[in-house]
Each structure stands twice: as structure tokens, then as C-alpha cells.
């Protein structure tokens, strides 16, 4: 019997033993076949997680962001302990004892499976295996899926250490509301760091990787109340805070942006603009979209925030004046149908228009409501209701009222009284269809200050500034005159200013002045002051449009000018960025600046990848700043080795020339500051295009409008009556803020006095309002009274304007006394002026 039972147990023993060693065969076969071609968990070592990438202000305020997922990576040592204590407590309360998977977890799981027959399910996962399944797996709940996750876990926990595993976790997890990373999380749930998270906090952020779709802070309110609580208790019963803390964090209410609580995050940040869309631009094309989208950038802008608001309000002035003297209503062009108007609070919101305009006051999105004989009512975004009355809109062509319908969306903004914050009353304001853009930068560091691209960036994104490219018109003569200085012309050369015809394969080509009149021989100054089309053409013939365009190409306007005399009255497409850059080597002596709208860019980790001041250090070197025996109160030497495109004495000329322009050309009515400025106005055929680029000592500036597909502005449209307000409210501001002072003179700079009328030479001591002490070349002895024509001769039959009026006495270079009447015509001019 004894045998018997002995064998029995024997047998029983073998079997299990046997079975226990199949079991252990075949588990070990399923790990060695699944674990095979796995992916590499190594990889995980050297992962940098795809974060957002932040442009600030030259103030260091942050100013745009811009991410394909909402994610700020925070190193493992600045996570707060009590932030990884929550997760750790939600998630995986064995995490520092476990070698990546729990056996105790997955044996409770499914006991809990068993027990419901299939109706509870839970993953029993551990923070390593979620990490495997987020990074290497997918997300499904197969089992085969389940043990490569444990196998991977199990390679990670002997290659990363628990604070690297949880640094990728907590950075990875997506957590609700667009954000990836427990610090997203935390700036959009409740707008703060992870330091200044409360116990509750941080258990309700735990709360979300569950589902965070489930735990809506306002629509699953109750459920995430119950399951922060639930985070609290585990938090305290492994000990991480106090039995106090715990009542009264578990009695806190359930605070988020969602309720309303906080101020989001985004509210503090400007709405996009131009300028941050421009660097969004040029950094994806140098770093690449997904590289910049993703790369965890910190990009200090050249932006001036007080100077981009001035080229805005500057800008939008123009625009909205131009198209209110139209006296045409357009609206937005966008209806609420008529059941959405008992909800048009609602509604209203839903619609796509533009919210960013801040003209005068700020603009708001409206809807009408009633359409009455003398007012307008209308449900006004985050206001209620108000009245519009009908002497507001007065501007309008036609009987006012028959504009507008019941359900039409418009924009109003309040009027205040002057000099006071007293509200009148609300006016109808619409998005002009006139546009434009404005540029200004620094002239010696390429620094962009401030770039507006159009009227509205909500309305259109259209950078006019950097993208539209449009004939530049007159402002492109400046480039014609700098080739024929530095090819031996002068302020004082005679150019004929009389009628042309060209024969072109599209027939015969007659340029005209705007004035349609012609005035004979003028000097090369009265020129460009009085942007004279006829000189222009005659000039870019006489030094050969191969020469203009290598003067356009090398200043960068374009690059590859078609060498058309057409050309020469800037009939070829270029963009306002490149005039602006291309103005500032007139304007800072004639050396090479490149634009920038970035300072610096940083890494994720805090290397600069871009500095403008470095890729300058070959061009700007400062001798003597660390020679530690530097007497007091001499200032540090700075070597200049950038490159010149323009001798410095044509450059002073043209700046001269220019700033003709602005004293008593034609931008005289428009541009007056108190330090000397030069410009130049533009203004296509049919003004289908208006310009105005200017600048200051240190400051350049220029101003774009036309319609978006070209057409005429109107007979009265002109750079220097449009463009030319523009520019003097913004350099008003700017003068203020960052000075201006004299154009420097160069060394080899020689003055000699002549009659700006004439461009007869005169004594050192002549005096008098047609008297200009001129520029000219030391050493080269200028010639006086040369004429050129271009080829063409100038013929008779037609009428030159002379100037009417007394004759004018002046002292001559003997010191003597002269008189100098009308300016001389083709057959009286003399060969050398007056002596």
C-alpha cells in the first residue's frame, strides 16, 4: 500500500514537474520567438522628443510659438519629485523596485478578468512597458503585443536608469487638450510651471493618462474629480505627503483654464503675425519644416514689439483711408443664417474673421441684427448688443442702409472721445481690399525692426513684404543713378530731359514724365528730386543697361535683370524686403548688410545653432576691446571688414541726391523729420503700384501699397501722397526712440557749391535757396556743363519748361558778383558754367 502511494505521488510529482518544465519551454520559446526582430530599444538613449520651438521678443518675452505637438521637454532633475510621486502613484507604485514589468499587476489583472468573464479588462502595465508601447509598439491590446512589451521593458530597465525612463515617460505622455509632456499639460490646464503645481494638481494631470479623453475637466468633471482623489490617496498611502495634506488637497474644487479658473497660456501671447510667419518661413527652409516644427527651438527675433505696432497702425492708416475714400461697403462677405441668430453670441464665435486688427481701438466681429431707418443694431463678439448710427457710415455711396441685411457679419470698434476713454458710441469698420506692406531695419547690423506683410494677418496671411513681388517703379532709380556715379557722372551733370521713341517688337515705346511735360538739360540731382522718367531712360542708355543691372544685381533688387531699357523706371518685379536691404548700403556709406529677422537660434539643450552677430564677425572685429590698458574714455576700435558694393563718395551723393527728394521733391509734402532723411518715391504706370523707401543715419524704412491683383489706385494715387505718411509716422516713432543724426561724410569727399538749377558752378561764399554745396571726388576736377542724351538728340516741336520768375544774383568762385536767370535751354548752355 505504502508503495503504492508513493508511486502515485511519484507520478504526480512527475507530471508536474513536467508540466512546470513544458510551461517554462514553451513560455521561453514564445519570448525567443517573439523577441526576435524587435525594434531597438537603444534608440531610446539618444531620443529627443518632437517639442515646440519659441520665438521671443528682443525684450525676452515670448511672442509665437510653434509645434506639430504641444510638447516643452523638461530634463528628469527639474521635474519636481512630487510631480513624478503622482504619475509613480497612478500609474506604477512598484516603478523602483521592478525590473520592467509587475508580475503582481498582471497576475491582479487578470484575476479581475476572470472574475468579470472578459467585462474588465485593465493593461497592467508598468511606466517602462508604456514607454515601450508609446515609442516602439502600437497601441492595440493583442497579447503578442503585450509580450514584446515586457520583453522590451526588460532590455530598457538594463539599459537606461529609472530617472531616464521616467524623464521620457513623463515627457511623452499624451495628457489631454493637444498637450504631449507633464509641462504642456501643466501651462494648459491651469497656466503654470510644474514648481508652482499644488499636490491636487499634479494628481489631476496623473488623473489623464488613463483616458484623457474621459476626464474632460469640464464635460467628465465628476468622473476626474473622483479619479484625482483616487491619485491623492495612492500619493498618500505610499507616503509622499502627509495625512493633512491629503484631507485638504482631496477637498480642494476642481480648478482648470477649461472652467475658466486661469487665464490660458495663449491670451498672454500677441496673435500671430507677419513678422513670427516670416521667421516660421526662413527657418524651415534653413533647418527644415519638421526640424523646426519639432526641434525644441528658442529663436531670439530682431523684433521691436513698440516699433512693429507703429509699422501696423502706420500701415492700416493708409489702407483704411484709401478705401474708405472708394465709399464702397464689401463687409466681410460672411452671413449668419437666420436660425443661428437666436444663438448669434455662439454663432458669431465660430466664424473665421479676422480678430487681430487693432486700429485706433481694437475691432470686434459683429452681427446684425436689425436694420432700421436711422441705426443698425448688432450682437457685437463679447459685448451684448449695440447700435450703429446711420450718420457712421456717411462715407458710403448710395442709401446707406440698402448695404446691410439681417445675419451679416461686420466689424465695429468703439469711438472714444478725443484725448479720453469715454465711450461714444460703436462704428462700422470693414477690412480694406487695398493692401500692402512695410519693412524697417537697422542700416549697419540688418536688424528687421518691424515687418507688417498686409492689413490683417487673420485676414490674409500674404506676407506683402516678403512674397509679393511688384514693379518698384521710381524707387528703382536710384540704382540707375548709382552706376552712373560711380561711372564718372556727378549731382551736377547735365542729362537732356525731352521726348523719346524706342522701337520694341511690341511696337514704339514713349516714356513719359508724370507731369507729361519736358523740361531740357537738367542736372542729374533735379533728376532724381523731380524723378524725372525721360533722364532716367536718356541716363541708363548713355552707361548701358549691362551696367544698371549689374548695379541691381549686386545690391541684390534682383537676381538676373533682363537688360530692357523699360527696366531702368523699375518696370521689372521685386519684392519691398529687397529694396529695403537694398537702401540700407545707400544709407550706411555703401557696404554690404544682409536682412535678419533672427538674432540668435538655440537647441533644445541651450546651444546657439545661429548667431547673426557671429556669421558678422569677419566683417565687424573689435581691436582693442579686452586691451585691459585702454585710456579712460576712449572708445574701443571697430575694424570694418565688410564687403563695399559702392564707393563711399557715390554713396554720400546719392544719399544727398535723396535727400532732395524729401526737402523739396516729391516726398516734400509728406516726409518731415527733425533729422535728415532721404528717400525715394514709386509709383507705377496707371499708380497700379505706390512706393515710398526712406531712411535715416541709422533707420531704413519702406512702404508698399496696390491691390493684390494690380490695378489702378487712381489718377491721384502716388508713393509719395500714399507711401509717404506711412513712412513719417513710423520714423516719428523711431526717431524718438533710437535718434538719427548726419549722414557721415567721406574722407575723400571735395565740396563745391553749385546752382541746383542750372549746375553751374559757384564761388564758396554764393548763398541763396537754389545754392548746394555738392560732393565730388578729391582729386578728379569736375567737369561743368557736358550734356548727355542717351543717343537720341533732342528735337523741335514741343514745349520745355523753363522756370519763370526774377533772375537770381549769387557770388561767383572769383568773389564777384553774378546774376544767373532762367535755366539754361539746349541752344544757351554754356560750357563751363560761369567762369
Known amino acids: 500500500m505504502t508503495r503504492f502511494i508513493l508511486s502515485f505521488f511519484g507520478a504526480i510529482f512527475s507530471l508536474l514537474t513536467l508540466g512546470i518544465a513544458a510551461i517554462a519551454i514553451s513560455i521561453g520559446a514564445i519570448f525567443w520567438i517573439y523577441g526576435r526582430d524587435l525594434p531597438s530599444h537603444e534608440s531610446l538613449a539618444q531620443y529627443t522628443p518632437p517639442t515646440i520651438s519659441r520665438i ?26 512630487l510631480v513624478k510621486q503622482a504619475f509613480i502613484s497612478a500609474e506604477d507604485k512598484n516603478f523602483y523596485v521592478h525590473e520592467g514589468y509587475d508580475p503582481r499587476g498582471i497576475a491582479a489583472a487578470i484575476v479581475d478578468a476572470v472574475r468579470s468573464r472578459g467585462q474588465d479588462v485593465r493593461g497592467a502595465s508598468t511606466i517602462t512597458q508604456q514607454v515601450m508601447k508609446n515609442f516602439l509598439l502600437g497601441g492595440d491590446r493583442r497579447a503578442e503585443r503585450k509580450i514584446k512589451e515586457i520583453i522590451l521593458a526588460t532590455r530598457l ?45 499634479v494628481a489631476f494631470l496623473a488623473s489623464m493618462p488613463k483616458a484623457p479623453s474621459d476626464y474632460h475637466p469640464v464635460r467628465n468633471a465628476d468622473r476626474l474629480l473622483a479619479r484625482r482623489n483616487f491619485v491623492l490617496k495612492e500619493m498618500y498611502e505610499n507616503g509622499y505627503i502627509t495625512e493633512a495634506a491629503y484631507q485638504s488637497e482631496r477637498d480642494m474644487p476642481l480648478r482648470s483654464v477649461q472652467n475658466g479658473d486661469f487665464t490660458p497660456f495663449q491670451d498672454q501671447l500677441p496673435p500671430r503675425d507677419y513678422f513670427t510667419d516670416e521667421i516660421r518661413r526662413q527657418l524651415s527652409r534653413d533647418f527644415g519644416e519638421g526640424e523646426f516644427f519639432s526641434g525644441g527651438f528658442s529663436v531670439r527675433a530682431t523684433l521691436d514689439p513698440e516699433m512693429q505696432r507703429e509699422a501696423a497702425r502706420s500701415l492700416r492708416i493708409a ?61 457685437i463678439e463679447g459685448h451684448g448688443e449695440g447700435t450703429v448710427p446711420r450718420e457712421d457710415i456717411r462715407w458710403l455711396r448710395g442709401d446707406f442702409f440698402d448695404n446691410f441685411t439681417r445675419g451679416d457679419i461686420v466689424h465695429v470698434r468703439r469711438m472714444m472721445a478725443d484725448g479720453s476713454d469715454e465711450f461714444i458710441r460703436w462704428s462700422l469698420r470693414q477690412v480694406p481690399e487695398v493692401e500692402g506692406g512695410f519693412m524697417a531695419m537697422d542700416v549697419n547690423s540688418g536688424r528687421v525692426l518691424a515687418m507688417q506683410g498686409g492689413f490683417s494677418y487673420q485676414h490674409s496671411v500674404f506676407n506683402r513684404a516678403t512674397q509679393a513681388n511688384r514693379q518698384p517703379g521710381s524707387s528703382f532709380k536710384p540704382f540707375v543713378y548709382a552706376a552712373a556715379l560711380d561711372s564718372g557722372y556727378s549731382p551736377a551733370t547735365i542729362v537732356v530731359d525731352a521726348p523719346i521713341e524706342i522701337n520694341t517688337p511690341q511696337g514704339v515705346w514713349r516714356p513719359k514724365n508724370a507731369s507729361n511735360q519736358f523740361y531740357g538739360p537738367t542736372p542729374l540731382r533735379t533728376g532724381i528730386e523731380r524723378s524725372r522718367n525721360l533722364m532716367t531712360v536718356r541716363l541708363a542708355q548713355e552707361i548701358g543697361m549691362d551696367t544698371v543691372a549689374r548695379y541691381a544685381e549686386r545690391f541684390g533688387v534682383y537676381e538676373d535683370m533682363q537688360r530692357v531699357l523699360a527696366n531702368a523706371l523699375g518696370s521689372e518685379e521685386t519684392t519691398l524686403f529687397k529694396m529695403v536691404a537694398a537702401y540700407a548700403m545707400f544709407a550706411n556709406g555703401g557696404e554690404r548688410v544682409e536682412p535678419t529677422l533672427v538674432d540668435r537660434v538655440q537647441d533644445r539643450y541651450g546651444r546657439t545653432v545661429y548667431n547673426h552677430e557671429k556669421e558678422r564677425d569677419n566683417e565687424r572685429v573689435c581691436v582693442n576691446c579686452s586691451d585691459p590698458n585702454l585710456p579712460p574714455g ?143 571726388r578729391e582729386g578728379l576736377e569736375p567737369l561743368f556743363g557736358i550734356q548727355f542724351d542717351g543717343g537720341w538728340a533732342m528735337g523741335s516741336g514741343f514745349d520745355v519748361i523753363t522756370p519763370t520768375g526774377p533772375a537770381r544774383e549769387v557770388t561767383t568762385s572769383s568773389g564777384k558778383k553774378a546774376v544767373v536767370g532762367p535755366k539754361a535751354s539746349f541752344g544757351t548752355l554754356s560750357s563751363g558754367g560761369l567762369y
Request: proline fraction near 4%; hydrophobic fraction near 35%; glycine fraction near 10%.
Open 56 to 81: 521671443y521678443s528682443t525684450e525676452g518675452r515670448i511672442i509665437d510659438e510653434f509645434a506639430q505637438e504641444r510638447r516643452l521637454f523638461t530634463p528628469a532633475n527639474e521635474i519636481p519629485d
Open 319 to 379: 489702407l483704411e483711408q484709401y478705401d474708405r475714400s472708394i465709399g464702397i461697403w464689401r463687409g466681410t462677405g460672411k452671413t449668419l443664417p437666420e436660425e443661428a441668430l437666436a444663438a448669434w453670441d455662439e454663432a458669431l464665435r465660430g466664424e473665421s474673421v479676422a480678430r487681430d486688427i487693432d486700429l485706433e481701438s481694437q475691432w470686434y466681429p459683429a452681427v446684425v441684427l436689425d436694420v432700421a431707418e436711422n441705426t443698425l443694431t448688432l450682437g
Open 157 to 201: 530597465e538594463n539599459t537606461l536608469s529609472k530617472d531616464k525612463i521616467l524623464e521620457l515617460y513623463l515627457n511623452e505622455i499624451f495628457l489631454g487638450q493637444n498637450s504631449y509632456g507633464v509641462t504642456a499639460a501643466a501651462q494648459t490646464y491651469f497656466n503654470k510651471t510644474l514648481s508652482q503645481l499644488a499636490p491636487h494638481e
Open 634 to 776: 576712449e572708445a574701443p576700435r571697430i575694424a570694418n571688414n565688410r564687403e563695399r558694393v559702392m564707393d563711399p563718395v557715390t554713396a554720400y551723393q546719392l544719399t544727398s541726391m535723396m535727400r532732395g527728394v524729401v526737402e523739396r521733391g516729391t516726398a516734400s509734402g509728406t516726409v518731415n523729420l527733425s533729422v535728415p532723411t532721404a528717400g525715394k518715391t514709386g509709383t507705377t504706370n496707371d499708380a497700379k503700384d505706390v512706393w515710398f523707401v526712406g531712411f535715416t543715419s541709422n533707420i531704413v524704412a519702406g512702404c508698399y501699397i496696390g491691390h493684390d491683383q494690380p490695378r489702378s489706385l487712381g489718377s491721384g494715387a502716388s508713393g509719395g501722397g500714399m507711401c509717404g505718411p506711412v513712412f513719417q509716422r513710423f520714423m516719428q516713432k523711431a526717431v524718438a526712440k533710437y535718434g538719427g543724426g548726419e549722414f557721415t561724410v567721406p574722407d575723400d569727399c571735395m565740396f563745391i557749391k553749385i546752382d541746383r538749377g542750372t549746375g553751374a558752378r559757384l564761388g564758396d561764399g554764393a548763398s541763396g535757396a537754389n545754392v548746394v554745396a555738392e560732393c565730388f
